[in-house]
């Protein structure tokens, strides 16, 4: 859900690598506060980073605001992608050669609003009408899901040469075999495909996010692709192990380095993926619904409150386009699936509730579509 507080009693990355002797940065985006999206956010809610300039949440890309270590709100020069992007670039120079670092630059593009990248890369794509579309795209969404990418691109293509420059400035630094560098995303964005926008959905496009990793020193300098789904609780103790850094105890996640270093094979576990509850841009007027699901590396399983939901053969069909729950000749692998799931729900403790459970359970104060409220 949106705008609620992360609780400060796991230990965080930043503090097992200050534990083990890093200094901490975080750039950009926070949004786990749950104070407000334009509040100050002190030093005791930082999850444990030092230097810091950041904004809970906005998506005025142009006109950014974020706050340092003071209660003083500052506001990015110009497309704020690029600002922060200068701004890792000096963090990088300033700590090139002193103690290990960790910085996280967290970007807001390419979420929406998509149209307010700068003009020059708004330009590579001038035409909306040549966008190719992914066929699971029906034809009432085609005219807006050309628009949407259209700007998504952009900012994409923006966010291309913040890359650039960041990798350039390790070059510089004479740290890149170093510095294991990380291009994640939070979610995906539906962009037409099964006619739905946004994030939430059990379906790839929302689902599936970049994972990319450079550490030329640990991981050799010839690139290579592992086709293993990995969870978002594994990035913790995976970038920690390829770090050398100790693990805590409390992380829950899976540590997958020793298949990054080729010491171990990829494995064939499942990625949980889930909807606690519906909220925003999906809430139940839409369509939103709870739902717990597995996808591996061939198959995505879903369900409902009310059973099975959705069952694809991802290597037959990429593009999810049809729905296999029920059919007799996949009964055996909708069973496998199902059982798989309820082991993955008995491990992390999930019944699997209605979301007002849980909304009643953390005494969260949600509005009629299951939004939290937020202030300004």
């Not at 200050?18 to 407000?36: P, Q, R, S």
């Not at 070059?171 to 739905?196: K, N, P, R, W, Y």
């Amino acid at each position: 859900m949106n705008d609620v507080y992360l609780r400060p009693e796991a230990t965080s990355l930043a503090e097992a690598c200050t534990v083990a002797g890093y200094d901490t940065g975080y750039i950009g985006k926070w949004h786990i506060d749950g104070h407000g999206r334009s509040a100050f956010i002190p030093r005791s809610r930082r999850q444990g980073f030092d230097y810091w300039k950041v904004i809970e949440c906005t998506h005025n890309y142009n006109r950014s605001a974020y706050y340092g270590d003071q209660n003083v709100k500052r506001t990015w020069t110009g497309y704020d992608a690029a600002a922060q992007t200068r701004d890792a670039q000096k963090y990088i120079r300033d700590h090139a050669k002193g103690k290990p670092f960790l910085l996280m630059l967290s970007w807001g593009p390419p979420h929406n609003p998509y149209q307010t990248a700068p003009k020059k890369y708004r330009d590579m794509f001038p035409d909306a009408s040549a966008i190719r579309l992914r066929p699971n795209v029906p034809a009432r969404s085609r005219r807006g899901a050309r628009r949407d990418l259209q700007g998504y691109y952009a900012h994409g293509a923006a966010l291309d040469k913040c890359v650039g420059d960041l990798l350039g400035t390790l070059d510089e630094c004479g740290i890149a075999d170093e510095t294991l560098f990380v291009f994640t995303s939070d979610h995906g964005d539906m962009l037409g495909s099964q006619g739905m926008v946004r994030k939430q959905k059990p379906w790839d496009e929302s689902i599936r996010v970049p994972l990319l990793l450079r550490y030329p020193g640990v991981l050799g300098k010839k690139g290579k692709v592992i086709d293993m789904p990995i969870s978002t609780p594994d990035l913790m103790p995976t970038l920690l192990g390829l770090s050398g850094v100790p693990v805590p105890k409390s992380v829950e996640g899976k540590d997958f380095s020793p298949v990054l270093r080729g010491e171990a094979p990829a494995d064939n576990q499942a990625a949980l993926i889930s909807c606690a509850a519906p909220f925003g841009e999906w809430k139940r007027s839409r369509g939103g619904k709870e739902y717990r699901g597995v996808r591996t590396r061939r198959y995505t399983y879903v369900r409902d409150l009310k059973g099975p939901w959705l069952l694809y053969d991802n290597q037959a069909d990429p593009h999810q386009m049809t729905n296999l729950v029920g059919n007799k000749a996949h009964a055996e692998t909708q069973a496998r699936l199902e059982t798989l799931l309820a082991a993955k729900l008995k491990a992390t403790g999930d019944r699997f509730a209605p979301g007002d459970v849980y909304i009643k359970k953390w005494g969260y104060k949600v509005d009629k579509g299951g939004t939290v409220p937020y202030r300004s």
